[in-house]
């Protein structure tokens, strides 16, 4: 049974195609991205999230043989994929890539991998300073043309940055993908902390969000789960980025959201993954978050986050933003 909450909701492929090394796709592989796919559309999802990088094009690979192995599911669906990093290998750095030329044939590799004659949604992965908004708006114009990618999007780019390259479109920017979470909050505090001091350390551009929201660019939220951290999973070592000072004395903000979330959880009758994304979809850009677990049970643990995002009161919002950030608001 397919769950409408899961509809604002997008899988992360970037788990598909098992390891990051340079060996062949495996059999199980290929199973387990089967497993995955079937959780999603169960969970109510039909938008698919790739890049040309994700396990050095396995993922994309992976996805592929899905297609060609079922083959009504392609018309069902949406699928995005991403371009414009390079991965370092050969003695070469990794790099950006948003040349005219890189793009297509990337997009041309994309396609082959995935079995398909067309990418519903592109992104720039991320800006390369080297490349112009020519170059990149005449690329998409002419694969668009030929039928290969319909829309074109951008990922970890600022309002001012969309806005010189849509002056070379003919059409609208799509999405801007960006981290945004519980954890990773400087899309949010940025727009609270101005005139304060704490404004200083948020390195989010002030002003994307209302850019995307006045120019209708669908806004996506990439990290959305947190990792995990909030949701089950221990959290990793990031430099004390999870603890905060309180009347001099260390607080540890990821446990104190963490009994947040699970308090929520358990009056919501939910999955604490619900509520994650819930708190996320509640805010009024309509944020469409891409979840990144390719666990077919915690895939199914998201699809509640639509009815969670609606029944979220004010004070339960706030309530799990204080906890996460371990101080109150300014």
């Known amino acids: ?31 387990a991205a089967h497993a995955a796919v079937d959780a999603a559309l169960e969970a109510g999802i039909t938008d698919f999230d790739h890049a040309d990088i994700y396990t050095r094009g396995k993922a994309e690979e992976a996805f592929g043989r899905v297609l060609a192995e079922r083959p009504g599911l392609r018309a ?11 991965l370092a290998g050969d003695g070469r750095e990794a790099r950006y890539d948003s040349s005219g030329g890189s793009i297509r044939a990337r997009v041309e590799e994309s396609l082959r991998r995935l079995g398909t004659d067309r990418i519903d949604t592109l992104l720039i992965h991320r800006p390369d300073p080297l490349a112009t908004a020519a170059e990149i708006a005449g690329a998409f114009t002419r694969l668009r043309d030929e039928g290969k990618v319909r829309r074109l999007g951008v990922s970890n780019m600022s309002a001012q940055q969309m806005r010189h390259l ?97 308090e929520l959880a358990e009056e919501k009758r939910c999955s604490r993954e619900a509520v994650v994304l819930g708190w996320l979809m509640r805010h009024p850009a309509r944020i469409r978050p891409v979840v990144g677990t390719s666990n077919p049970a915690r895939i199914a643990a998201c699809a509640d986050a639509g009815r969670v995002a609606a029944e979220l009161t004010g004070d339960e919002w706030y309530s799990l933003w204080v906890a996460a950030r371990g101080r109150p608001l300014p």
């Open 1 to 31: 049974m397919t769950n409408d909450d899961g509809s604002r909701l997008i899988f992360g492929c970037m788990g598909l195609g098992g390891d990051w090394g340079t060996g062949p796709l495996e059999a199980a592989d290929v199973a």
């Open 76 to 86: 069902g669906i949406r699928l995005q994929t991403k371009c414009g990093i390079v």
């Open 166 to 262: 849509v002056a070379e479109l003919d059409e609208p920017l799509a999405v801007n993908q960006l981290e945004m979470s519980l954890h990773r909050r400087d899309w949010l505090e940025s727009g609270v902390l101005v005139n304060h001091p704490e404004g200083a350390a948020i390195s989010f551009p002030r002003g994307t969000l209302e850019h995307c929201a006045r120019e209708g660019v669908e806004l996506q939220a990439w990290g959305s789960l947190a990792q995990g951290r909030y949701s089950g999973r221990p959290a990793a070592s990031d430099g004390g980025a999870g603890r905060t000072e309180t009347d001099g004395a260390p607080v540890d903000t990821d446990a104190e959201a963490a009994r947040r979330v699970a």
